[in-house]
Nanobody, 116 residues
Framework: QVQLVESGGGLVQAGGSLRLSCAASGSIFRLNTMGWYRQAPGKQRELVAEITSAGTTTYADSVKGRFTISRDSAKNMAYLQMNSLKPEDTAVYYC??????????WGQGTQVTVSS
């Protein structure tokens, strides 16, 4: 099993920045993908960004140029630096861990609220 704990969410004004952190523990496979998803009220959960253990990144078009995902594999940590935040970025942000051999895991989520 894998446990994921997110931190760093909060309330910020439009144009501001936040940094989310995700700590993974448990049975961690060395080769994996960690990602951030978000879900706004009344909307489906969507991919924000993900990063493989090789460092390959993928971003949603809506966050390209504003958000940066990174990881520290030695510490089993993933980060999401969010700059130039917009009210439409308001959502619960979830950390995701997946490996081809096991079911994917989710964190409990952290609320990000961007005021206009």
């Amino acid at each position: 099993q894998v446990q994921l704990v997110e931190s760093g969410g909060g309330l910020v004004q439009a144009g501001g920045s936040l940094r989310l952190s995700c700590a993974a523990s448990g049975s961690i496979f060395r080769l994996n993908t960690m990602g951030w998803y978000r879900q706004a009220p009344g909307k489906q959960r969507e991919l924000v960004a993900e990063i493989t253990s090789a460092g390959t990144t993928t971003y949603a078009d809506s966050v390209k140029g504003r958000f940066t995902i990174s990881r520290d594999s030695a510490k089993n940590m993933a980060y999401l630096q969010m700059n130039s935040l917009k009210p439409e970025d308001t959502a619960v942000y979830y950390c995701n861990y997946r490996h081809w051999a096991i079911p994917e895991y989710w964190g409990q989520g952290t609320q990000v609220t961007v005021s206009s």
